[in-house]
């Protein structure tokens, strides 16, 4: 096992990856190990019966930020991390000033503490300023699981009352924005202290698949982690981690994902995978690099063969809008045309003004 650097300021472990990859379990056992997770915590549901182990406070500050872009938390577009940078500099100078005092408030008090959400790595800039800021040295968990089994987790938690023709779009879409989160949260914490850590050895032996987060980041895990419990004396992670959740194993042959995407998404899987012993390993970089670059191909392909459809949307929106701003005003020139009617009719000013400031106060429609 590697040494841990001697520790001197606060230490926040940031977990990231793809939603539905095993984000919450890395999560609720790094927090049974002793780091500090800062509450209050979002509630379990039956998507997550064992708990998300998020923190809401964390989750709405990065998302109000993206939705002004807007870029979604499940962005498939190779370009969604420029637009970003490039979009969101006000309000990411206000996130950084907003993060810095969550940190004083919530961390800083702490030796070692954990956060969770899959979007952060849009926005991390924002975050490693405010944690410099606030005195507080990052590490970040990449929660790596096969994209075919985050798909059809996905789908199982927030699909299933959804059409088949939506569930097999979203299902491609999904494994779409599964490769592009590989490649912005990769390129995002390189060069920093960082770990990647599978779903299946989590899932397997967490001792094992934990151990080299202590070298890596720079935390103390405790003696738990480096021993096998007693007879009648398990660890809590033991009773936390829960085998049978992984409820969403299949094959490509399962899903409808094309096969150039399936071909893209496997190279993927294959680079991130080399980075579990090696976080930095030069030749797996240079391959995720290049499946990168295969995947933008890819994606600039599909933009252009649904050219025509994404114009036609585009057009019917356009031309509801303009519908609905012509029903607005056809609307507001009959109401001007009552107020002009009761005014003629009754010269006493009191009813004529008071539905004049009712017609002032018609909401202008948008655009």
């Known amino acids: 096992m590697s040494e841990r650097p001697h520790q001197t300021k606060p230490r926040l472990v940031v977990v990231t990856g793809s939603g539905r990859s095993g984000t ?7 927090a049974r190990l002793g780091l500090h997770l800062p509450g209050p915590l979002a509630p379990a549901d039956e998507r997550n019966p064992k708990g998300f182990y998020e923190t ?3 989750i709405e500050a990065n998302r109000a930020v993206l939705e002004s872009v807007p870029v979604r938390g499940n962005d498939a577009r190779p370009d969604a991390a420029a637009l970003v940078e490039e979009s969101a500099s006000a309000e990411s100078a206000e996130l950084v000033a907003r993060v810095r005092a969550w940190l004083l408030e919530h961390v800083a008090g702490h030796a070692q503490s954990v956060v969770k959400d899959p979007q952060i790595f849009w926005l991390h800039r924002a975050w490693r300023a405010a944690a410099d800021e606030a005195g507080i040295d990052l590490s970040f968990v990449t929660m790596l699981r096969h994209p075919v089994e985050v798909a059809r987790s996905r789908d199982t938690a927030y699909l299933v009352d959804k059409d088949a023709e939506h569930r097999r779009i979203r299902e491609v879409s999904n494994v779409a924005a599964w490769c592009n989160a590989a490649y912005a949260s990769e390129r995002a914490f390189r060069g920093h202290p960082r770990a990647f850590v599978r779903y299946d050895d989590l899932l397997a032996d967490w001792r094992r698949a934990l151990a080299p987060l ?37 094959g490509w042959e399962e899903t409808s994902v094309p096969p150039a995407l399936r071909d893209v998404a496997e190279r993927t899987w294959r680079a991130v995978n080399g980075l579990v012993d090696a976080p930095e390993d030069p030749a797996a970089l240079v391959e995720l690099d290049a499946a990168r670059e295969a995947y933008a191909g890819l994606h600039a392909d599909a933009v252009a063969l649904a050219a025509d459809h994404t114009e036609a949307a ?3 929106a356009r031309r509801a809008q303009r519908q609905e701003l012509q029903q607005a005003r056809s609307r507001n020139r009959r109401l001007r045309a009552r107020v002009e009617e009761l005014e003629r009719a009754a010269p006493a000013p009191g009813p004529a003004r008071r539905l004049a400031a009712r017609a002032a106060r018609v909401v202008r429609p948008r655009g």
Do not use: C, K, Q
Request: net charge negative; proline share 10%; no cysteine.
């Open 214 to 250: 202590e070298g890596a980041l720079g935390v103390d895990l405790g003696a738990g982690l480096r021993s096998e419990p007693g007879p009648g004396e398990p660890h809590p992670v033991d009773d936390f981690i829960d085998v049978s959740l992984n409820r969403s194993r299949a």
């Open 24 to 30: 919450s379990t890395v999560t609720g056992a790094l």
């Open 56 to 58: 809401p406070w964390v």
């Open 314 to 316: 585009v057009a019917a």
